[in-house]
Protein backbone atom coordinates (compact mmCIF):
# COMPACT_ATOMS: atom_id res chain seq x y z
CA UNK A 1 0.00 0.00 0.00
CA UNK A 2 1.39 3.40 -1.46
CA UNK A 3 0.93 6.13 0.89
CA UNK A 4 1.89 10.08 1.12
CA UNK A 5 2.38 11.87 4.12
CA UNK A 6 2.29 15.83 4.31
CA UNK A 7 3.51 18.17 6.95
CA UNK A 8 5.07 21.35 7.28
CA UNK A 9 1.33 23.48 7.32
CA UNK A 10 0.35 26.05 9.78
CA UNK A 11 -0.36 29.41 10.50
CA UNK A 12 2.10 32.47 8.85
CA UNK A 13 1.85 36.16 8.42
CA UNK A 14 2.02 36.95 5.39
CA UNK A 15 5.33 37.97 3.72
CA UNK A 16 6.42 34.94 5.84
CA UNK A 17 7.48 31.49 4.50
CA UNK A 18 6.65 27.81 5.06
CA UNK A 19 8.11 24.22 3.96
CA UNK A 20 6.33 21.67 3.03
CA UNK A 21 7.06 18.18 2.96
CA UNK A 22 5.64 15.04 1.79
CA UNK A 23 6.98 11.69 2.16
CA UNK A 24 5.55 8.37 -0.10
CA UNK A 25 5.93 5.02 1.68
CA UNK A 26 5.12 1.95 1.03
CA UNK A 27 7.11 -0.88 -1.29
CA UNK A 28 7.95 1.98 -3.81
CA UNK A 29 9.72 0.70 -7.12
CA UNK A 30 9.51 3.87 -8.69
CA UNK A 31 7.25 7.46 -9.43
CA UNK A 32 7.20 9.00 -12.34
CA UNK A 33 6.42 12.33 -10.84
CA UNK A 34 5.02 14.61 -7.86
CA UNK A 35 3.61 17.57 -6.60
CA UNK A 36 1.49 19.66 -4.64
CA UNK A 37 -2.38 21.20 -4.97
CA UNK A 38 -3.70 23.17 -3.11
CA UNK A 39 -7.80 23.91 -2.60
CA UNK A 40 -8.70 26.99 -0.76
CA UNK A 41 -12.84 27.25 0.89
CA UNK A 42 -15.18 27.68 -1.51
CA UNK A 43 -12.82 27.05 -4.32
CA UNK A 44 -11.63 24.16 -6.94
CA UNK A 45 -8.50 22.29 -6.37
CA UNK A 46 -5.29 23.90 -8.58
CA UNK A 47 -2.12 22.58 -8.83
CA UNK A 48 0.53 24.39 -7.28
CA UNK A 49 3.97 22.88 -8.39
CA UNK A 50 5.14 19.64 -9.78
CA UNK A 51 8.32 17.97 -10.22
CA UNK A 52 8.99 14.82 -12.60
CA UNK A 53 11.82 12.33 -11.60
CA UNK A 54 14.30 13.93 -14.18
CA UNK A 55 13.81 17.13 -12.11
CA UNK A 56 11.41 18.75 -14.69
CA UNK A 57 9.42 21.92 -12.65
CA UNK A 58 6.32 23.04 -13.65
CA UNK A 59 4.11 25.46 -11.35
CA UNK A 60 1.03 27.80 -11.43
CA UNK A 61 1.84 31.55 -12.53
CA UNK A 62 0.60 32.61 -9.16
CA UNK A 63 3.31 30.98 -7.68
CA UNK A 64 5.94 31.90 -9.92
CA UNK A 65 9.28 33.30 -8.05
CA UNK A 66 7.85 32.70 -4.69
CA UNK A 67 7.66 29.15 -4.50
CA UNK A 68 10.05 26.20 -5.39
CA UNK A 69 9.25 22.59 -5.59
CA UNK A 70 12.48 20.29 -5.31
CA UNK A 71 12.88 16.34 -4.98
CA UNK A 72 14.62 13.54 -3.58
CA UNK A 73 14.36 10.87 -5.28
CA UNK A 74 16.18 8.44 -3.08
CA UNK A 75 13.68 9.27 0.37
CA UNK A 76 10.74 9.38 -2.19
CA UNK A 77 10.02 12.72 -1.25
CA UNK A 78 9.10 16.29 -2.52
CA UNK A 79 9.45 19.63 -0.76
CA UNK A 80 7.42 23.00 -1.30
CA UNK A 81 9.36 26.05 -0.31
CA UNK A 82 7.11 28.64 0.11
CA UNK A 83 8.33 32.39 0.29
CA UNK A 84 6.48 35.89 0.29
CA UNK A 85 3.26 34.07 0.97
CA UNK A 86 -0.43 36.25 0.50
CA UNK A 87 -3.36 35.37 2.26
CA UNK A 88 -4.76 34.03 -1.06
CA UNK A 89 -2.06 31.65 -0.43
CA UNK A 90 -4.23 29.99 2.60
CA UNK A 91 -5.92 27.02 1.37
CA UNK A 92 -5.30 23.13 1.93
CA UNK A 93 -2.48 22.03 0.36
CA UNK A 94 -2.35 17.84 -1.15
CA UNK A 95 0.84 16.07 -2.28
CA UNK A 96 -0.13 14.07 -5.33
CA UNK A 97 2.13 11.33 -6.77
CA UNK A 98 1.76 10.17 -10.60
CA UNK A 99 2.34 6.61 -11.81
CA UNK A 100 3.57 5.01 -8.66
CA UNK A 101 4.96 1.56 -9.31
CA UNK A 102 5.44 -0.77 -6.21
CA UNK A 103 8.10 -3.49 -6.38
CA UNK A 104 5.03 -6.42 -6.40
CA UNK A 105 4.39 -5.07 -9.99
CA UNK A 106 1.48 -3.07 -9.07
CA UNK A 107 1.09 0.46 -10.26
CA UNK A 108 -1.00 3.56 -8.82
CA UNK A 109 -1.97 5.89 -11.50
CA UNK A 110 -2.57 8.73 -9.20
CA UNK A 111 -2.05 8.78 -5.11
CA UNK A 112 -2.97 11.76 -3.02
CA UNK A 113 -1.91 12.70 0.48
CA UNK A 114 -4.61 13.83 3.34
CA UNK A 115 -3.71 17.04 3.01
CA UNK A 116 -2.10 20.07 5.11
CA UNK A 117 -3.24 23.58 6.31
CA UNK A 118 -1.37 26.29 5.36
CA UNK A 119 -2.87 29.97 6.78
CA UNK A 120 -1.85 32.85 5.95
CA UNK A 121 -2.92 36.24 7.90
CA UNK A 122 -2.36 39.76 6.91
Known amino acids: QVQLVESGGGLVQAGGSLRLSCAAS????????MGWYRQAPGKQREMVAG???????VYADSVKGRFTISGDNAKNTVYLHMNSLKPEDTAVYYC????????????????WGQGTLVTVSS
Open 26 to 33: GSIFSINA
Open 96 to 111: NAVRVVTTDGDSHLEV
Open 51 to 57: ITSGGST
